[in-house]
């Protein structure tokens, strides 16, 4: 029985799925004035399959791969958070070990990569540096068929590149007030009430990935 | 409870949201935002936008040197089980108090240690960091909070029944956000108590003499 869910598992994200991705790319998909490139699709399916071998054969290449990539971008996160130099080392470290112990729990129809360590930074900011309990919505148990469906998480993978070049296509002024809510330089009272972000596809994308959790609850 | 999530009215605004993805919300407002969208899938979704946000603006800081061994290091803490991760403790699925709630509330409405705050209202102190302050509100069925302002941000997270002010009617589910410009008075429904979560950013301001000197007392 082991077997056949490992087998199953292996079979989640294979390389056929980052081939449709990149041919699902070179549709070439307008965002502003940017374009999503197959290039960058890739690259997120990439890590994609990265996070899925370390789950499936704790597989240190990869984890070293998706280190020198977010390891220094986790660590400026932290610093730019308030975080000392030193602290935010020894967070980024903690951060890229939870990846590790977690990549079990890491879902791709529900976010790219990118977000899933944003979270566990954010969560590591609050009990290191904040010094706080850190109250969570208690998760949706997963219903029998709520593997995650590949189309779906190529989907994710892609409107998450999508969001991220618009966020960039932004006036400078409202990209950088975005940047200071996230760094915590802006409270919840100086956030306009409508940040005006580019929230586009994604938005239907995740809606419609819980509806079918939700569905299959039932 | 959970799933009459269609008849959520009233969710949170982006601020909160954003502010909750980012890891900057005082505790308080942290409790309110993770029971509301344990309640809510609406909310559940916008946050996982404000995510996703979140992490393209980490994708974009400008990458900073880390130390020459930090992969070592790292591999290292991995392979002594240096970095433990907490389990979710077990919670119950039958209470009127959703789970990140439970963590906070050892107890069912009829076995809390209440304090009365005057008109039959009374309170539960929640424990939290300084920066805010979160309590339970038990409002008995057709009976009114009484009047106050804000001089912060004060959210109100109905758990169960239902109370109506001069904004509209706020049902189980709902959480009102209030700033200072709001001077209500909420009413519960006839039926029920009415069982809110509140938390506010700087103490409520009541009108009225009595109620301001039994604030002195009650602390909220």
Known sequence: ????????????????????????????????????????????????????????????????????????????????SGASPDLAEECTQEVMATLWNKAHMFDPAKASV???????????????????????????????EAEPDQAEAIGLQQETEQLGKAMAALPDEQRKLIERAYFGELSHSEIAAETGLPLGTIKSRIRLALDRLRHAMK | MMNDMKQIKHHLTEPLLM?????????????????????????????AEYEAVGGEVMLDAEPVDIAEDALAATLAKIDGGLVK????????????????????????????KWRK????????????????????????????????????TELTLVLQGAFTDEEDRFGTGD???????????????????????????????????VPRIAQRFIGI
């Open chain 1, 114 to 144: 990118s977000t899933w360590i944003f979270t566990i930074a954010r969560n590591r900011k609050i009990d290191i540096l904040r010094k706080q309990r850190r109250p969570e919505p208690e998760d949706l148990p997963w219903g029998p």
């Open chain 2, 117 to 152: 705050v005057g008109g039959g209202v009374s309170q539960l102190v929640l424990k939290t960091s300084k920066d805010a302050s979160v309590r339970l509100l038990r409002i008995p069925a057709g009976t009114a909070v009484p009047d106050h302002g804000h001089r912060g």
């Open chain 1, 1 to 80: 029985m082991m077997t056949e869910t490992n087998a199953l598992a292996k079979a989640k994200v294979p390389a056929a799925i980052v081939a449709k991705a990149a041919t699902v790319a070179q549709q070439n998909v307008k965002v502003g004035k940017r374009k999503v490139t197959a290039d960058a699709a890739n690259k997120r399916m990439a890590w994609v399959v990265q996070v899925n071998a370390i789950r499936d054969s704790q597989d240190r290449s990869a984890f070293s791969e998706l280190f020198a990539y977010f390891a220094p971008r986790v660590k400026s996160f932290l610093m730019k």
């Open chain 2, 19 to 47: 502010g909750y993805a980012a890891g900057t919300l005082p505790e308080a407002f942290n409790l309110v935002v993770a029971t509301h969208i344990t309640m809510c899938d609406t909310c559940r979704a916008a946050l």
């Open chain 2, 175 to 209: 959480v009102e956000v209030a700033n200072e410009d709001l001077h209500h008075k909420p009413v519960a429904e006839k039926g029920m108590d009415c069982i809110c979560l509140a938390a506010t950013d700087a103490p409520l301001r009541f009108n009225g003499l």
């Open chain 2, 85 to 112: 991760e907490t389990p979710h403790p077990a919670r119950k699925a039958d209470s009127v108090f959703p789970g990140p709630l439970q963590d906070y509330v050892s107890g069912e409405i009829d076995s809390l």
